[in-house]
């Protein structure tokens, strides 16, 4: 039976197991969305309207991260597309594995100063692995079916078709791409192994850095089973959140990213065999960990590291992760540190968790950052999945809450791109579905995309969005203070976010103290669909951020 162009871009997406498309309606992609809207084949892609092309973006980009498959965003011609680059930058950046589609105006108007006219394939090559234009319907299936692999291909990322609207009304003659088989890679040879085996043995202190590709369910299975065999320290980046089981939790050493001030920012210092499983330059530069530091390091990743002078692995190894450490975990002998590095990493440990400690404030107005992890810490399961936005209130989360699953506490650390957090709740909600999902941001941040509270409400998605109101882009602010003593640009006024969230049919909570947060996390924990809790936040301690535990750097 013959079809059109958009008829087998829809069977393309089924073939591939595609469950959602996420975007905004227009006259260049109208047969697109009809079929979406109104196929009766149940496998065909959910269609989710948002009220940004960006913040779809962001959302499937969180399918991406979630899942390792890639999330697809469809959106018009001209501003359609342009809307896209910020989240196709940064799902590009940080690994996320997208799949755009865009309109365009007919094949023979493309070069002409049309309606909505923009050389969209060559707009996105810079913030997509691969950018093409279709200019033959029979091509549709098989170019869907590249960008899928494209996108999941390490280092996975966005990638963007453009879609003439005569491509799509088109006759296609042409069969469909199959589903496609899974691109394997293999285990490290066994003398590289040997290699591996053989520093472990002589190291005095061997700490795994967790970076970005260390977050699948597979790797981190591995890492796990390797420190059942070794116990060692493991320093997470922000994106290698969870990837220490609770039942690991003396292995864990916290987070690194943005200044270099932390416990693992000191131990990475002390180590003289860093493994980098996973690890992305983009996450946290080597310029900021490795430089005045001495010893080996083990990279060991689906891709080639990108070398610099600063960071220049003695072994390098690319293969599939969790394979080559399992491989490891199997012919490690068992080993142990001695007694005397036990005993100091047990009081940097005990160092490092005193510094969740909550300060006593007089302040009956504005709650510390430490409350109000301490009150979310107790309110969330493992299993919850936590949004967090840029802003300070990030370096607060990153630095002090704990995640004991991969892929439940997301951070954008590539980019820090403000907005992610409720459009990547959308989707950990419609993937995760039964189980309460926290997005935390700022007030600036929230602002970026808090129209998708109106998508939340409309799906009855049980989020909790928690916004730490100071009026500020504060992380801007506390900066700009240590290094020129004054701010400058910061002020961004009041909005009353209870109101703002009851206008969009969702719950509105306020809560001006520690207890007053928690009782509003158990209420909106409690509550159908979106709930809203503003809290007015006490940053007066983000000085601190600026401390010197090692050699500073502003970011």
Request: proline content about 5%.
């Amino acid at each position: 039976m013959k079809k059109n162009g958009a008829e087998a871009l829809v069977q393309a997406m089924i073939n591939q197991g595609i469950k959602y498309v996420f975007g905004l309606p227009g006259a260049k992609v109208d047969q697109l969305f009809d079929l979406l809207e109104h196929s009766t084949d149940p496998r065909t892609p959910r269609l989710i309207i948002t009220h940004h092309e960006q913040n779809a973006a962001f959302i499937a980009s969180g399918i991406g991260r979630l899942t390792g498959q890639p999330g697809v965003v469809a959106t018009t011609s001209g501003p359609g597309v342009s809307n896209l680059a910020t989240g196709l930058i940064t799902a590009t950046s940080e690994g996320d594995p997208v799949i755009a589609l865009g309109g365009q105006v007919p094949r023979n108007d493309v070069a002409r100063l049309t309606h909505q006219s923009i050389p969209s394939k060559e707009l996105m090559t810079s913030a997509t692995k691969d950018s093409v234009e279709v200019q033959d319907a029979n091509n549709l299936s098989e170019t869907f079916a590249n960008a899928y692999q494209t996108a999941v291909a390490p280092k996975a990322g966005a990638t963007f078709i453009s879609l003439p609207k005569d491509v799509l009304g088109d006759t296609v003659t042409t069969p469909d791409i199959k589903p496609l088989a899974p691109v394997e890679q293999g285990s490290a040879d066994a003398h590289v192994l040997d290699q591996i085996i053989a520093k472990l043995k002589t190291a005095k202190l061997p700490v795994i850095l967790a970076g970005m590709r260390s977050s699948s369910a597979d790797v981190t299975a591995a890492i796990h089973a390797l420190l059942h065999k070794f116990s060692i320290p493991v320093v997470e980046t922000f994106q290698g959140a969870g990837v220490i089981s609770r039942g690991l939790e003396k292995n864990y050493f916290g987070r690194v990213g943005l200044f270099r001030n932390q416990i693992g920012d000191a131990i990475l210092k002390e180590s003289d065999l860093v493994i980098a499983v996973g690890y992305d330059p983009v996450e946290y530069e080597g310029r900021l960990w490795n430089p005045d530091r001495t010893g080996e390091i083990i990279n060991l990743d689906s891709i080639a590291p990108e070398i610099s002078n600063d960071y220049q692995p003695d072994l390098v190894i690319q293969a599939d992760i969790a394979k080559t450490l399992q491989a490891l975990s199997d012919q490690l002998p068992q080993l142990t540190l001695s007694d005397t590095m036990t005993d100091h990493l047990h009081t940097m440990q005990t160092n490092f968790v005193s510094q969740d400690a909550i300060p006593t404030t007089s302040s009956d107005r504005e709650v510390h950052p430490l409350a109000i992890i301490k009150a979310l810490q107790d309110q969330v399961q493992d299993d919850t999945t936590v949004t967090v936005d840029v802003g300070s209130h990030y370096i607060w989360m990153a630095r002090h809450f704990r995640s004991y699953e991969p892929r439940h506490l997301l951070f954008s650390n590539g980019m820090q791109t403000l907005g992610v957090a409720l459009p990547w709740a959308i989707a950990a909600a419609l993937e995760r579905p039964g189980q309460p999902v926290v997005s935390v941001s700022g007030d600036g941040g929230f602002l970026f995309s808090g129209q998708e509270l109106e998508t939340a409400v409309r799906l009855q998605l049980p989020i909790v969005q928690l916004i730490w109101n100071d009026g500020h882009y504060n992380m801007v602010e506390f900066q700009e203070q240590a290094k020129y003593g004054r701010d400058a640009g910061i002020d961004i006024g009041h909005v009353d976010f209870t109101k703002y969230a009851e206008s969009f049919g969702a719950t509105g909570l306020h809560a001006d103290t520690p207890d007053q947060v928690a009782a509003a996390l158990k209420q909106a924990f409690a509550t159908a669909g979106p709930t809203v809790i503003d809290i007015p936040v006490d940053y007066s301690d983000n000085s601190k951020f600026t401390s010197t535990l090692l050699k500073d750097v502003l970011n």
